[in-house]
């Protein structure tokens, strides 16, 4: 273990890190999963929403959003 | 609301076969092109591009996911071809309505659908490697394909070169690069559909794009066993990997990837996710061996963009701005034409009046047709304004950030961004606004969304609102244009609290997730966007044609007869007096009907007179215009000096029987409410109907619209009453 884990919302904005756990129900996690979502992918915070709720993130070159409730189950690890 | 494929049990989801026989076939029926992607990948400009903007767009049976087609543009003369455009997808494991299509017509689960002959997977070379995963599932069926490589010139600025050929050796079918905004590739895109149409490639072996565990592998080789065709590996995959598509195949080979499932399980291999990370493994690898990745900008276009439209203060008073500039656009530039449209109708109607002499047939064209029907259409450009801005957010890509900053708002009542955007597709017409959506992946938030969508005040409200707004608010432009925006708040604020309450009560359920892409901006085309306005106003200029022309004549004669003494049909042709003809219109059908229900609607501030327009506008909103026009016609007799007036200026002179104008400020606000939130339109009846498979929604909605349509106007108007205004 290089680094610690931490949940995907507390990283900072614009910081960079991999997927080390996705702690969503199963059942749940399908789409996100085909988004391209998986651990071992790199995943940048890039910002919240005005109203601090949802949250966009870079994945695999592009741009998703996930509610901030879902987002904390998606734990990372940074990159240095 | 589930979808219900129509599967004919034990047949082969594929039928190779039948592509041997397809010479034979080629006399008979077109040739169909299945065009098929991910959203925003360029889809629909491609198939704008194919088919010459000529699409005919149905619905698929008991579901109302739009079904586009289109003749394929330049088809040798002896092969007409037809590319249907599915809606866009990110998987063959459906989450959605829109998606479960994609998969039902490629699996061949659909009976009306035709056979897919070729099938063209758009593919946005800016995004590969998500767009491959895709690609790839649709490669892995084993039709004839085409990868459209579109958007190369978008992947170059962001310093993503990607080499066609080696992704066409990759993937094992043809690759053609293109820009379907430019027209660049184009050409070579629609021979390689016409040759590979012509003489389908043979293609060796279908690829397997998914690195599986061999416990996994095997599963899919002895589940593979039972189904034949040429796709049965694919779907075996998709099988074991989806416990939700159960409704694929017959009871034995449901129950063999059932207990498949749980062997996985048991050997600890999680088949949910397997499948999914041995395929994004193998085509990342694919992507990074195709992609020379060039260092590019730092922040592209769209990142800068975002960076204020979704900043804290600035996105949220764009937001604002961008609503109100709408609103005013479609007040102050839609008056011109509309003048002009007035003149028009007027000018028809004083010269067919001369042409037919005085009696009822010159009353029933005259001012049953021309006016009625005048009355409505005049409001076409107001229309298009509309539909061209909900047009323009939804192809710059704004409509999507539009979802991200509304969305905590749409949570709070239980709901996701996702549900913004039919709510915002529903100011143009709810119609559209409860076919979008079908993107929702839960029922019942969908439900809900449906439920609500139709409080948004759709285009037909536009109208109304605007006679009223002209006849009785005094100031200027900016009163108006506020008077008219806050309707339109109404309605949001309606909605949303019906939302929050369905969602606490009837249609209880947790707070959906939402996953959903923001795709870069891009910048619309005119003339597609154009197109589009004038596909969707053609709709209402339709409707204005036959459902309206309809109810005007009805109205007519129900505002007409029956006569009474004095007024009777023998009676010598020429003007009635004033008092004569409201008498008249009193002892008519409309009349009867409108003082049957004026006990009703007293405690609002309406006469019977509004109660007729009231009833009539049951069939759609824009009747009242129509209907007011008719009935203050008739009502005023037919000397020549009234009947060409403009209806603001005739209802302004309205008076009730002590004096007072019937159409005071308050009254008329009252009215404007009420029309916020009556369900008053058969065709959105009918259509949720359509999308919840009974009537008990359609008429829940229609009787809880009815309810707070009452208690807001009674509210509104005893209120005001109260504060002394009226």
Redesign the interface.
């Known amino acids: 273990m290089s680094a610690e884990t931490q949940p995907l919302t507390s990283l900072k904005i614009g910081a960079a890190a991999t997927v080390s756990e996705i702690k969503l129900h199963?059942?749940?996690?399908?789409?996100?999963?085909?988004?391209?979502l998986?651990?071992g992918t790199q995943v940048q915070l890039v910002?919240f929403?005005?109203?601090?709720?949802?949250v966009?993130i870079k994945v695999?070159?592009?741009?998703?959003?996930?509610?901030r409730h879902?987002a904390e189950q998606i734990w990372v690890r940074s990159a240095d | 609301m589930e979808m219900r494929p129509q599967l004919e049990e034990g047949r082969p989801a594929i039928e190779t076969e039948s592509r041997t026989n397809r010479p034979a076939q080629a006399k008979t029926a077109p040739l169909c092109v299945v065009l098929t992607g991910n959203p925003n990948s360029g889809k629909t400009t491609l198939f704008n591009a194919l088919t010459g903007l000529r699409a005919r767009v149905g619905n698929y049976a008991g579901v109302t996911v739009e079904r586009k087609e289109g003749r394929f543009q330049g088809s040798p003369p002896n092969l007409p071809i037809t590319v249907l455009d599915l809606p866009g997808t990110?998987?063959l494991?459906p989450?959605s309505l829109d998606e479960q299509i994609v998969r039902d017509v490629l699996l061949r689960r659909l009976a009306e659908a035709p056979l897919p002959a070729l099938v063209v997977v758009v593919v946005d070379a800016?995004?590969?490697?998500?767009n491959l995963?895709f690609a790839s599932q649709v490669i892995e069926l084993g039709y004839p394909t085409i990868i459209a490589l579109n958007m190369t010139d978008v992947a170059e600025k962001?310093g993503?070169r990607v080499d066609a050929r080696q992704l066409a050796a990759a993937l094992g079918v043809p690759v053609v690069p293109m820009v379907a905004s430019t027209g660049s590739g184009l050409k070579e895109l629609k021979q390689k559909i016409v040759e590979m149409v012509r003489a389908p490639a043979p293609r060796a072996a279908i690829p397997s794009f998914c690195r599986l565990p061999a416990a996994f592998a095997a599963e899919v080789e002895t589940l593979a066993k039972m189904i034949s065709g040429a796709s049965n590996r694919a779907e075996a995959l998709l099988l074991l990997s989806?416990e939700k598509l159960i409704s694929a195949a017959t009871m034995e080979i449901r129950q063999a990837a059932a207990a498949g499932r749980q062997r996985l399980e048991k050997g600890g291999i999680?088949w949910?996710?397997a499948a999914?990370?041995g395929r994004?493994a193998s085509v990342s690898a694919i992507q990074q061996a195709v992609t020379a990745a060039a260092d590019g900008p730092e922040e592209t276009f769209?990142d800068r963009v975002?960076r204020i439209v979704?900043?804290?203060?600035w996105?949220?008073a764009i937001f604002l701005g961008i609503m109100a500039v709408m609103f005013l656009t479609i007040f102050s530039f839609a008056q011109l034409p509309m003048d002009l449209l007035q003149g028009l109708f007027r000018a028809t109607g004083d010269f067919v009046g001369r042409l037919i002499p005085p009696g009822d047939l010159q009353e029933l064209v005259v001012k049953g047709v021309i006016q009625g029907v005048g009355a409505v259409v005049v409001f076409l450009p107001q229309i298009c304004l509309l539909f061209l801005f909900i047009g323009l957010l939804e192809d710059t890509g704004y409509m999507a950030r539009a979802a991200?900053?509304m969305?905590?708002?749409m949570?709070k009542v239980g709901l996701?961004?996702k549900s913004f955007i039919p709510m915002l597709s529903s100011f143009a017409c709810a119609i559209p606004g409860i076919m979008a959506t079908r993107t929702i992946?839960t029922r019942k938030d969908r439900l809900v969304t449906i439920l609500v969508a139709p409080l948004m005040s759709c285009s037909a409200r536009l109208p109304v609102y605007t006679v009223l707004i002209a006849a009785c608010l005094p100031g200027g432009i900016l009163v108006q244009s506020a008077t008219m925006l806050s309707m339109y708040l109404l309605g949001i604020v309606v909605a949303l609290g019906m939302a929050w309450v369905f969602k606490k009560t009837l249609l209880k359920g947790e707070?959906p997730?939402?996953?959903?892409?923001?795709?870069p901006y891009k910048r619309p085309l005119l003339r597609i966007a154009l197109r589009h306005t004038w596909d969707r106003s053609k709709l209402f200029l339709r409707r204005a044609g036959t459902v309206i022309l309809g109810i005007n004549i009805l109205l007519w004669f129900l505002a007409s007869y029956p006569r009474h003494a004095g007024t009777q049909n023998g009676s010598p042709p020429g003007p009635q007096s004033a008092a004569q003809a409201g008498a008249r219109l009193r002892g008519s059908f409309a009349g009867m009907a409108g003082r049957a229900i004026e006990p009703l609607i007293a405690p609002l501030g309406f006469d019977w007179k509004i109660g007729i327009g009231i009833v009539s506008s049951f069939a759609a909103r824009e009747v009242f215009v129509s209907t007011m026009s008719i009935v203050y016609n008739v009502a005023e007799g037919s000397d020549e000096a009234t009947h060409t007036r403009d209806l603001a200026q005739v209802m302004r002179e309205q008076k009730r029987a002590n004096g007072r104008p019937v159409y005071s400020t308050l009254a008329s606000i009252t009215l404007m409410v009420f029309y916020v939130l009556a369900l008053q339109c058969v065709s959105t009846v009918a259509v949720v109907r359509r999308e919840t498979n009974s009537w008990k929604w359609p008429l829940f909605q229609w009787l809880y619209m009815g309810a707070l349509a009452w208690v807001f106007a009674f509210a509104t108007y005893q209120g005001g009453r109260l504060l002394g205004m009226g």
């Open positions: 199963p059942e749940h996690r399908g789409r996100l999963l085909e988004m391209g998986l651990v910002r929403a005005p109203m601090g709720d949802p966009e695999r070159g592009y741009h998703l959003t996930l509610r879902d | 990110y998987s494991s989450q800016s995004n590969l490697e998500r995963y962001i993503q989806d999680d949910r996710g999914i990370e994004y769209s975002d979704t900043h804290k203060i996105g949220m991200f900053l969305d905590r708002m949570s996701h961004g992946e707070t997730m939402l996953v959903m892409e923001l795709p």
